[in-house]
């Protein structure tokens, strides 16, 4: 069965560094096809993408936050962890990791997320 | 940037077949994917590449893509399909989803 795990803090302080944590199980984090996303969704409002890292350390990003995310991860603990600068209380949000699979169909790249981690609660405030 | 397109809210009563759409200009290019999120709970892969249903999901969930739009149809809607649904498909800077569409049984 296939599980991630969110950690991390659930309230930080304006202009503090976040970091979390997605402890995965059931898969390898140097599987060709898969990789592990990071994906936010502030309270009632809709998903956004933040960053993913494949087996191989490919690293892409949310093109808006780019200066402010770093992904990283450690395979021999099953771990990816994502870091973002200077909080903002518009970054409050539940933030999920996610395996993300990747294919490509002739010349296009396909990625999607399944399955989720259940998602952390960061809530940004003085 | 890129935008997928979801009307905000859909409302059907037991029973019927409810369809939610997703436009975006990279759709003809790009397979599309829908995400079912009920209160309180993470999403959900509920289709893949448009019209592929992963194990597990009820036969009443398919999908379908006609140049700019794909749709996401639910046969038979049942009260425990009430949820979030969103469409993510992707342009060249990465993942993109769309602002999520509210199904509503009646």
């Known amino acids: 069965q296939v599980t991630l795990k969110e950690s991390g803090p659930v309230l930080v302080k304006p202009t503090e560094t976040l970091t979390l944590t997605c402890t995965v199980s059931?898969?390898?984090?140097?599987?060709?096809?898969?990789?592990v996303s990071w994906i936010r969704q502030p309270p009632g409002k809709a998903l956004e993408w933040l960053a993913h890292?494949?087996?191989?350390?490919?690293?892409s990003y949310s093109t808006s936050l780019k200066s402010r995310l770093t992904i990283s991860k450690d395979t021999s603990k099953s771990q990816v962890v994502l870091t973002m600068t200077n909080m903002d209380p518009v970054d409050t949000a539940t933030y999920y990791c996610a395996r993300i699979w990747s294919e490509v169909t002739g010349t296009t790249l396909s990625n999607w997320f399944d399955p989720w981690g259940q998602g952390t609660l960061v809530t940004v405030s003085s | 940037s890129y935008e997928l397109t979801q009307p905000p809210s859909v409302s059907v009563s037991p029973g019927q077949t409810a369809r939610i759409t997703c436009s975006g200009d990279a759709l003809p290019k790009q397979y599309a994917y829908w995400y079912q999120q009920k209160p309180g709970q993470a999403p959900v892969l509920v289709i893949y590449k448009d019209s592929e249903r992963p194990s597990g999901i009820p036969e009443r969930f398919s999908g379908s893509s006609s140049g700019t739009t794909v749709t996401l149809t639910i046969s038979g809607v049942q009260a425990e399909d009430e949820a979030d649904y969103y469409c993510?498909?992707?342009?060249?800077?990465?993942?993109?989803f769309g602002g999520g569409t509210k199904l509503t049984v009646l």
């Open positions: 993510q498909s992707a342009d060249s800077s990465g993942p993109v």
């Open positions: 059931g898969f390898s984090l140097s599987n060709a096809r898969m990789g």
């Open positions: 890292i494949f087996s191989n350390d490919e690293k």
